[in-house]
């Protein structure tokens, strides 16, 4: 049902949204950051005569339904400041990867459809308590996990490409 992953959020100005730089530890409850970070590979594929490739496997959780969608965007700064939509995704995971040199601002939220302490209701939309502002460096990515809320990035500086 389209009308329970997504809603349109009341534009209450005493609401404000933290943003915080993305980093793998405090991404943890909404996606997989995706850096060039050598750790960041935990399970290695080797690969027959390139010594100088280090692979690592699937992420284990990113899946899709029926065939995967691979996209770019332009993306612009948005000067309103304010969160009109959300999203989510409870069937498939989602991938923004920063390319170029402008950074870029991703708003999440928790996932609720499966928390056992809101009811049937609260469940259809976003925990406002449990929704941030992460800032994705360029170069890097994040894969956020099934019924992850969020909203379409945007760039922090110059037009960027995701």
Request: hydrophobic letters at 35%; proline letters at 6%; charged letters at 25%.
């Amino acid at each position: 049902d389209s009308a329970s992953n997504s809603c349109v959020l009341n534009n209450n100005m005493d609401h404000y949204v933290e943003i915080i730089l993305a980093t793998k530890e405090n991404t943890r409850d909404v996606g997989w950051m995706i850096s060039d970070d050598c750790n960041a590979i935990e399970e290695q594929i080797s690969i027959p005569f390139y010594e100088t490739v280090t692979e690592g496997s699937n992420f284990k959780y990113a899946d899709w339904k029926d065939q995967p969608v691979v996209r770019q965007a332009k993306i612009k700064w948005r000067p309103d400041n304010t969160i009109s939509w959300m999203e989510r995704h409870l069937e498939m995971t989602q991938g923004f990867i920063v390319v170029g040199k402008a950074p870029c601002l991703l708003i999440l939220g928790e996932p609720t459809h499966d928390r056992e302490d809101l009811n049937e209701d609260e469940r259809r939309l976003p925990d406002i308590s449990k929704i941030r502002g992460y800032i994705v460096p360029a170069g890097y990515g994040i894969i956020i996990k099934k019924g992850t809320w969020h909203d379409f990035p945007v760039s922090v500086g110059p037009e960027a490409t995701v």
